[in-house]
């Protein structure tokens, strides 16, 4: 079993840059591909970003590409996203998630919490 815990989430103004960090136990998380999954209010979950195990290859969502960086700690088992030029349009719960199988979303087992983001225009 994974157990994943975000943070980083909070309150910053249009323009502004926010770092989220998702640490996991349990598991052998280097084998795992991680994802960063957003719901805006009123709105359904939609994928961010992900990142292989060894973290080789990235993959993001259009609305973010440019702007948000996936990139992962092997040895503390924690995984990030830095968000930059934050736009009010990215305001949401921002989810980690884990898998191990074809990391299409609806393959994702293993799922934190989620940290609030609020971007202010």
């Known amino acids: 079993q994974v157990q994943l815990v975000e943070s980083g989430g909070g309150l910053v103004q249009a323009g502004g840059s926010l770092r989220l960090s998702c640490r996991a136990s349990?598991?052998?998380?280097?084998?795992?591909?991680m994802g960063w999954f957003r719901q805006a209010p009123g709105k359904g979950r939609e994928f961010v970003a992900r990142?292989?195990?060894?973290?080789?290859?990235?993959v993001y969502a259009d609305s973010v590409k440019g702007r948000f960086t996936i990139s992962r700690d092997n040895a503390k088992n924690t995984v990030f996203l830095q968000m930059n030029s934050l736009k009010p349009e990215d305001t949401a719960v921002y989810y980690c998630?884990?898998?191990?199988?074809?990391?299409?979303?609806?393959?994702?087992?293993?799922w934190g919490q989620g940290t609030r983001v609020t971007v202010s225009s």
């Open positions: 998630a884990a898998t191990f199988l074809t990391p299409i979303p609806s393959n994702y087992p293993y």
């Open positions: 349990g598991g052998t998380f280097s084998s795992y591909t």
């Open positions: 990142i292989t195990g060894s973290g080789g290859t990235t």
